[in-house]
Nanobody
Framework: QVQLVESGGGLVQTGGSLRLSCAASGRTFSSYGVGWFRQASGKEREFVAG????????YYADSVKGRFTISRDNAKNTMYLQMNSLKPEDTAVYYC??????????????????WGQGTQVTVSS
């Protein structure tokens, strides 16, 4: 009932910045908590950042805290991940996701109901 489409991935040098966008359609976007996950080659999918349905609460993985910022614009049915000071270890496929659980920020992939197709982020040395 919810479709998510990521965009904004690409190739960037160490220390550079990218902004990922996730456009949502279907159910009312404001009814869902949303988050970003990433999966590097040969690794499990991991939580990156999440934001509650009302935008009041955010939570970040320790590895990206202070460098990444998650935000949402419910009027535009869009959420964003601003990534600064990128490192080679940030290289991964990034996915946006939405959860029907509207309590706090969810960090487990199994708690999310809808997923985008993923967008590749590559950070070169």
């Amino acid at each position: 009932q919810v479709q998510l489409v990521e965009s904004g991935g690409g190739l960037v040098q160490t220390g550079g910045s990218l902004r990922l966008s996730c456009a949502a359609s279907g159910r009312t976007f404001s009814s869902y908590g949303v988050g970003w996950f990433r999966q590097a080659s040969g690794k499990e999918r991991e939580f990156v950042a999440g934001i509650s349905w009302n935008g009041i609460n955010t939570y970040y993985a320790d590895s990206v805290k202070g460098r990444f910022t998650i935000s949402r614009d419910n009027a535009k049915n869009t959420m964003y991940l601003q990534m600064n000071s990128l490192k080679p270890e940030d290289t991964a496929v990034y996915y946006c996701a939405a959860t029907q659980v509207r309590v706090g920020v969810r960090i487990n992939p199994s708690e999310y109901d809808y997923w985008g197709q993923g967008t590749q982020v590559t950070v070169s040395s």
